[in-house]
């Protein structure tokens, strides 16, 4: 029985997020862990509204504040400790991560 662990990391600070991916890239590499990826996402480009006023009937707004959500995605498969190690980490505040283990069946099992 093996899992994957699925590590979904987003930031709107690119090089901190690709110096992070590096990080784990490279961790991944020296214990041995089989490593799939990192697969960049296109950049997602969200706006958000801005309300001069809280009243629900006033329409004066600011311009939108407009920003750019960068997207990597990485797999790690078996090493379980390794995974776990990694997705508990302290991550700089500009850093979403999400971990998702899937556990799969041997075909002998």
């Not at 987003?10 to 697969?39: C, F």
Request: proline share 5%.
């Amino acid at each position: 029985m093996t899992f994957v662990t699925r590590l979904t990391l987003q930031s709107g600070d690119r090089a901190a997020l690709d110096g992070l991916v590096e990080d784990i890239k490279e961790t991944a590499e020296r214990k041995g862990a089989a490593l799939k990826g990192p697969h960049s996402h296109p950049p997602e480009r969200l706006t958000v509204p801005q309300h001069c006023r809280l009243h629900a009937d006033d329409e004066r707004r600011f311009s939108s504040w407009e920003y750019t959500v960068f997207t990597r995605e990485l797999e790690i498969h078996g090493h379980d400790n390794l995974a776990r190690n990694i997705a508990s980490q302290n991550f700089p505040d500009s850093i979403h991560i999400e971990a998702e283990v899937e556990q799969i069946h041997d075909m002998g099992t």
